[in-house]
């Protein structure tokens, strides 16, 4: 696990200046504490900050191939790379260390572009093939590692976070765009930041700098496929093996390792399938709070119970609100979820004993775990009815006393589905506080375009399209923004079972309705993972890592 950074000049005889990729790196010195690294080659420099995670003798980076004309810095972990390895030994190619890294510059030197298909992991990755001149920048399939670039007249800057870019040098202008994006999705949807000349580049995508020239393509899409000839028990039994399989490779560290632990149903089969795989108690990690209603101390406590784990405990209070100013530093734009906060502060619990953790993330997106896909199905039928129709049951419903029940579920039948979706969330908000000359000025007015696109996909399930908005959209710019800096913040890696890409295809080819099943949320994940989740955990009505923001 790492901090990546780098530039590339067009003028070849123009050098990089040493000092600039040193103080990029050592702006994210958090994301990387153990070592540094760099390649300087006239007008190329790439750095990198490592945490020492897998081969800590050997595998430091920057990586070359045999004769040196391919190098690399990356951030992350790929899970099958002792499988690649293999493979491309028996194809001739000779390593000289242990670590993941290396298989990359091998894949690209077998399959060039096309290397990317063959990795599992999370990832964001730099590679410089000196004898194309040709810079290529990739990020994971689902979004879980970070990579930022701003294109100039000059050339390309990039890295794993905004902050080392802005240390180059790069205008810090605003993006007006994104702020008003930011009102509506309360965080910055790729591939915009909250600087102008800033992006985010896109999960599951890769970016090639050739000659001045930027191109940018995608290498993976998730499509949701149902297969309806197969029976539950089928899938029940092979997303049993899917997630025993994605256990076993995330296990793999040459340093301490542990899982956080909510009480929830994700991170309750986590911990059990991790307790399966293990010779040793698995260290758990939980967050609660004073206030009961929002305490889930109880459940963590049965599951660490159930698997005989190694648990530790914080109780997080108001005077958290302290962390507000250096949670900001390391999210370098804006971000309104207040669950960073205890975020934060069980990756620096966890952190004092481990230095990876396993986490849940991605459950509710792949399995219909949110309560909002519920809410979708209640509309399903009626969304089928003419607009006109719509829109004039939800005037005469403005009408209906305010205690009517379902009044508001009536007026919102004329709200498309991408702002209902969103709760239309930030309309006053902006109303209040812009003015009409900078509505005028927006190009996109609209900020529910970018998540329709997402939406408006051809998928045959209707609850599907919302599992794919959210797993494509709300996943990489919102939940995995808050994971990987809160926990990158405090050094520790975390990596995540149900982002396994092959568990995401799996997922994507189950029948909706063996997710959302008679009411029941991640039907087909409980029936799976069964005997993992005590009762009281089963059975619980869901509650999200939610903070006592209205009591503080």
């Known amino acids: 696990m790492c901090g990546i950074a780098g530039i590339v000049q067009n ?134 590692k970070p990579l930022h670039y701003a294109v100039t007249d000059e050339g390309i800057i990039f890295s794993s976070e905004i902050k080392s870019i802005l240390s180059a040098g790069i205008d810090r202008e605003i993006d007006y765009e994104a ?56 899938f029940s039994a092979e997303l049993r093996a899917l997630m025993s399989r994605s256990i076993r490779d995330r296990l793999i560290s040459d340093v301490p390792l542990g899982a956080f632990l909510s009480g929830g149903i994700d991170s309750t089969v986590v911990v059990g399938l991790m307790s399966e795989a293990m010779d040793r108690p698995v260290k758990t990690f939980s967050i609660g709070f004073k206030e009961d209603k929002y305490n889930e101390l109880e459940y963590a406590r049965i599951a660490a119970k ?38 934060y502060i069980v990756s620096k619990l966890a952190r004092q004993f481990v230095t990876v953790v396993l986490t849940g993330d991605g459950g509710d997106e792949i399995f219909g775990g949110y309560d909002s ?30 205690h009517f029940k379902g009044k508001g579920f009536l007026e919102s039948l004329a709200v498309d589905e991408a702002r209902l979706h969103f709760a239309g969330r930030g309309e006053q908000w902006k109303r209040d506080l812009f003015s009409g000359d900078f509505y005028g000025n927006l190009r996109s007015p609209d900020s529910f375009d970018l998540a329709r696109g997402h939406l408006l996909n051809d998928s045959a399930e209707y609850l599907s399209r919302f599992m794919y908005l959210d797993t494509k959209f709300y996943l990489p710019d919102n939940v995995l923004v808050k994971v990987d800096r809160m926990s990158m913040a405090n050094s520790l890696e975390t990596r995540a079972l149900f ?3 092959e568990i995401v295809e799996f997922a994507a080819r189950i029948p909706a309705g063996l997710k959302l099943n008679k009411n029941a ?22 509650w999200g890592f939610a903070l006592p923001v209205d009591v503080w």
């Open 11 to 144: 003028d070849m005889d123009r050098p990089v200046p040493c000092g600039v990729i040193n103080l990029m790196c050592e702006v994210m010195r958090h994301r990387g504490p153990d070592e540094e690294g760099y390649f300087v080659n006239k007008n190329v420099a790439l750095g990198m900050r490592r945490l020492k995670v897998i081969d800590l003798s050997t595998g430091s980076q920057p990586v070359f191939n045999e004769d040196r004309t391919i190098v690399t810095v990356f951030n992350g972990e790929i899970y099958n790379f002792r499988r690649l390895k293999s493979l491309l030994q028996c194809k001739g190619h000779s390593f000289s260390t242990e670590s993941d890294t290396e298989v990359i510059v091998h894949l690209y030197e077998e399959y060039g572009e096309d290397f990317l298909r063959h990795l599992n992991g999370m990832f964001a990755i730099a590679l410089w093939d000196d004898r194309r001149k040709t810079l290529l920048l990739a990020r994971d399939r689902l979004g879980e």
């Open 179 to 234: 702020l008003y994006h930011y009102f509506s999705f309360i965080c910055v949807p790729a591939p915009l930041t909250i600087f102008k000349n800033v992006k985010k580049l896109h999960p599951g995508h890769y970016l090639k700098y050739r000659d001045g020239k930027t191109e940018i393509r995608k290498y993976w899409e998730l499509k949701y496929e149902p297969d309806f000839s197969r029976s539950e028990e089928e």
């Open 306 to 343: 159930r698997f005989k784990t190694e648990h530790h405990e914080f109780v997080v209070e108001a005077r958290s609100v302290d962390l507000l100013e250096e949670l900001v530093w390391h999210f370098d734009e804006p971000f309104a979820g207040p669950s960073a906060v205890p975020t």
């Open 373 to 402: 896909y519920r809410e979708r199905l209640k509309r399903k039928k009626l969304s089928l009815l003419p607009s006109p129709v719509k829109e004039f049951i939800s005037r005469r419903a403005g009408s209906l006393p305010g």
């Open 499 to 501: 982002l396994d890409h």
């Open 521 to 542: 949320s991640k039907y087909i994940l409980k029936k799976s993972a069964g005997d993992l989740i005590p009762p009281e955990i089963m059975n619980r009505n869901k």
